[in-house]
């Protein structure tokens, strides 16, 4: 059974970073396309990085040049870096492997 777990979401303010952490098991993140979604209040869930099997990466223009989506395969892990966060960064992130598995969510918060 696949299980995804998220961590390090928090609060921080604009112009900081965050670091969320999207960690596997019963699954290896090196096997799949990964991507990276997040939810904000009120809006529908969207891709904002994703990670194909190839290493080549996929960003949604709002955050292009500040998040960077990369993985682990030694601690089956997969990351989402974020920098010069903005407060329409604020939302819920789910890690997704393949078409099907989601994580349970980590927020982040980002203060003006």
């Known amino acids: 059974q696949v299980q995804l777990v998220e961590s390090g979401g928090g609060l921080v303010q604009a112009g900081g970073s965050l670091r969320l952490s999207c960690t596997a098991s019963?699954?290896?993140?090196?096997?799949?396309?990964m991507g990276w979604h997040r939810q904000a209040p009120g809006k529908q869930r969207e891709l904002v990085a994703a990670l194909a099997l190839t290493g080549r990466t996929h960003y949604t223009d709002s955050v292009t040049g500040r998040l960077t989506i990369s993985r682990d395969n030694s601690k089956n892990t997969l990351y989402l870096q974020m920098k010069n966060e903005k407060p329409e960064d604020s939302g819920i992130y789910y890690c997704k492997q393949g078409l099907y598995a989601w994580g349970q969510g980590a927020p982040g918060t980002v203060s003006s």
């Open positions: 019963g699954s290896a993140v090196s096997a799949y396309a």
